[in-house]
Nanobody, 123 residues
Framework: QVQLVESGGGSVQSGGSLRLSCAVSGYSSSREYCMGWFRQAPGEERERVAFTDSFSGPTYEDSVKGRFTISRDNAKNTLYLQMHSLKPDDTGMYYC????????????????WGQGTQVTVSS
């Protein structure tokens, strides 16, 4: 059973930084699947933040380019999201997700999700 567990969320002031982690377990093979981060603000739809695979590297939504970095440590089965220059608009529940395929492609699909970690940025 595949499980994704996020951690690292918290409350910071505008301009601050946080690093989110997503521990992945339960895969029966060592394939490196497409992995991504999503977020959902109260009353809003979930939106994609960034995703990455071993073929094309990371892709970011325009709203976080230059401020967020997605990375993975395959030896630790962990996905990260380093966030700098945080803004109040970055507030939300952040979820990591594992893709159906190893390659993300331009519009990846995800089939496993974590429970989320809350990020709150105050002005």
């Amino acid at each position: 059973q595949v499980q994704l567990v996020e951690s690292g969320g918290g409350s910071v002031q505008s301009g601050g930084s946080l690093r989110l982690s997503c521990a992945v377990s339960g895969y029966s093979s060592s394939r490196e699947y497409c992995m991504g981060w999503f977020r959902q603000a109260p009353g809003e739809e979930r939106e994609r933040v960034a995703f990455t695979d071993s073929f094309s590297g990371p892709t970011y939504e325009d709203s976080v380019k230059g401020r967020f970095t997605i990375s993975r440590d395959n030896a630790k089965n962990t996905l990260y999201l380093q966030m700098h220059s945080l803004k109040p608009d970055d507030t939300g529940m952040y979820y990591c997700a594992s893709g159906i395929y190893t390659a993300c492609g331009p519009s990846p699909s995800f089939n496993y999700w974590g429970q989320g970690t809350q990020v709150t940025v105050s002005s």
